[in-house]
């Protein structure tokens, strides 16, 4: 029997005595003061330690201020886990089985399993509420990876990669073994070491300059150019690359260096070339 404090009459049932107030008793008291006056206390939020709404007059003031907060509760994902493990018919040998199952994980911190690595690192941040990259260093490999060309830190992949081989794709594209083993796939499937080599590519991109640009080149565009005028007088003084001096003595170098002397040769008839349109 539930009874009302305020004029005495008794109900069977909490719901009874919450419509009675709403009745009797609604130009007094609302049922959310009545409870703060009779039976409870005003709501703080078990995760964040704000307000929460009132819900009834049984239950009182919700446990969480929003449904961020419940999601990040770790009895509450706890209690979940639970419910869905009888609800599956998961009996003490399923459990047992866990552990001679590959490809379960074990959470390190708690020891529960879990199936697959994407399961754990949900647990890992709304459970345990700690970054995945505190986790690794702490529980898997405390040792970070730095950069094979660059020699910066990278970042953390996942918990089963672990840290990126690059810290961007700028450097993954420069690394030398990287190259290497493009140029091998490349070899293996197009037999050529570089895709923009092979008549696919070579057709496409005509087809795809011829349709934008009307010729079959985009370097034989007006616009191009115009822009590599502009790009040279800003970035060396000079309407062409090869009118700078500087970059006259870099390609004589170069080619003394790398090539034949026939190449050198002919960067000499080039050189006239262009004093003759000049």
């Known amino acids: ?8 009459r008794e109900f069977n049932r909490i719901v009874g005595l919450s419509s009675h107030i709403k009745q009797r008793h609604k130009n007094e008291i609302t049922i959310e003061e009545y409870y703060l006056k009779y ?10 330690g704000k307000d929460t709404r009132f819900y009834t007059l049984e239950k009182g003031y919700n446990i969480f201020c929003c449904s961020e907060c419940s999601r990040n509760d770790f009895e509450v ?4 886990k639970e419910t869905r493990m009888k609800n599956n018919n ?3 040998h399923k459990k047992i089985s866990q552990e001679n199952n590959p490809t379960m994980i074990k959470c390190k911190i708690c020891k529960e399993w879990f199936k697959d690595i994407c ?3 949900k647990h890992i941040v709304r459970g345990h509420k700690i970054k995945l990259e505190e986790y690794y260093l702490k529980y898997i490999n405390s040792e970070k990876r730095i950069c094979k060309t660059c020699g910066k830190d990278t970042k953390l992949k996942n918990l089963r990669d672990g840290y990126s081989t ?7 594209a420069v690394n030398i073994e990287t190259r290497k083993k493009y140029k091998k796939t490349c070899v293996e499937n197009h037999g050529v070491d570089n895709y923009s080599k092979t008549e696919e590519f070579l057709e496409k991109y005509k087809k795809t300059c011829v349709e934008n640009h009307g010729v079959d080149n985009y370097s034989k565009t007006e616009e191009f150019k115009i822009k590599s005028e502009n790009t040279c007088l800003k970035n060396h003084g000079v309407r062409h690359a090869y009118q700078s ?5 870099k390609g004589k170098n170069t080619c003394l260096k790398n090539m034949e002397l026939g190449m050198h040769i002919k960067i000499k008839k080039l050189e006239k070339k262009v004093k003759i349109h000049v």
């Open 166 to 172: 690059f810290c961007s794709c700028k450097c993954s």
């Open 77 to 80: 994902l706890k209690k979940r």
């Open 1 to 8: 029997m539930v009874k009302c404090e305020i004029c005495g």
């Open 90 to 92: 998961i009996d003490k």
């Open 39 to 48: 039976i409870g206390e005003n709501g703080k939020c078990k995760t964040c």
């Open 245 to 249: 001096l500087k970059i006259r003595e």
């Open 119 to 121: 399961s754990l690192s």
